[in-house]
């Protein structure tokens, strides 16, 4: 399972032709809505700007297309500025939703997600599809005073933000890995299937196509695996079904196991040791825990607090000018915005 993309493209004609349609739209600059101390990891970075083109096959111009559309889309719904004001609570509901970091990586340096799909019951979709008839949240509104009601989409993708802005570039960081030169750019997921309901596996079709839309237009080939585990013998009906709503390259990224094969599969990817136990490893994680960090991430933050642990809530990085980075906490603690440091590490690198 090969984890690279092509990066650096070095004199890559296709890149480098994608850079200057970039350049001249003005969408490889910082983005608007982000302070300017904030590094610009998932939003304008060469790595995010390769993941569009090779999303697109190397098609500069359809890339162009995608990554104005994914702009777009942040600017309509006031994303970025959302990320930084969202209720820690909202965010922390959001994970419940959405396959999340363990804190863990894979044998080649990835983040492992995890994901119960048993907690997409019905109760859980229907507040999803109340929350599609609200206009959603715009920055205006906290201009005049009022309280961030998001939408259930705006939530995704502020969510998905800290899998690009924080997790993938906190990986990147560590050296522990065979290519420590080259950005991590995808996660690998782990789904739980054991609980899924035949009937509950119908009422997924809004859900899943509109989560597919946001994932392939905006966060494009961020995913390297999707291992459904513990899969019910009936899966390959209900997949059958939702396929069709699926954007077609992730669905090609799902491998599906039965609870036979499940623990042999995830260790030729996962040591023992960052495998949840619910598939046969060492690793004690359930759905919407926070993230618990190998040692090797333990170490290599210079943490402001004894406990080293990653709080709740949107988390992002900030560059100084003498070019030291620093993890900060944001969104909003009890109505109250957050903007603390809770780790610091070294870097050479300027963004």
Known sequence: MNSDLAFPPEKDPSFEAFLRLCADKGLSSRPQGI??????????????????????????????????????????????????????????????????????????????????????????????????????????????????KPDMLQMASVFHDSLVRFVLPLCTMMPDRCHPSTPISSSIYLVDASELG?????????????????????????????????????????????????????????????????????????????????????FEFTHGSLPAPDQNILDRLSWESSHQTLPSGPLKFSQGIDGKLTAVAVGALQGAKRNDIIARIDSDEKN
């Not at 590094?39 to 993941?51: K, V």
């Not at 390959?236 to 196991?257: H, R």
Request: net charge negative; aromatic share 12%.
């Open 35 to 148: 302070a300017d101390c904030d590094r610009c990891d998932g939003l304008s970075d060469s790595s995010t700007l390769l993941r569009f083109l090779t999303a697109r096959k190397n098609d500069p111009n359809a890339a162009l297309g995608q990554l104005q559309q994914s702009v777009d889309f942040r600017q309509d719904r006031d994303i970025l500025r959302l990320y930084d004001v969202v209720d820690t609570e909202d965010f922390e509901q959001a994970r419940r939703f959405y396959p999340h970091w363990t804190g863990r990586r894979n044998k080649e340096g990835l983040p492992i997600c995890y994901f119960d799909i048993s907690q997409l019951h019905k109760t859980a979709l229907h507040s999803w599809e109340e929350s599609r008839k609200s206009a959603g949240w715009s920055f205006s509104e906290f201009e005049a005073g009022g309280c961030p």
């Open 198 to 282: 035949l009937k509950q596996g119908w009422n997924l079709k809004s859900f899943a196509q509109e989560i597919s839309w946001l994932l392939s237009t905006c966060y494009p080939e961020t995913i390297l695996k999707v291992f459904v585990c513990n899969a019910p013998s009936y899966f390959a009906t209900v997949w059958k079904y939702l396929k069709k709503w699926v954007d077609p390259s992730t669905a090609e990224k799902i491998e599906v196991l039965n609870p036979n094969e499940v623990s042999d599969v995830l260790k030729q990817h996962i040591d023992n040791a960052n495998i949840p136990t619910a598939f046969g490893g060492a």
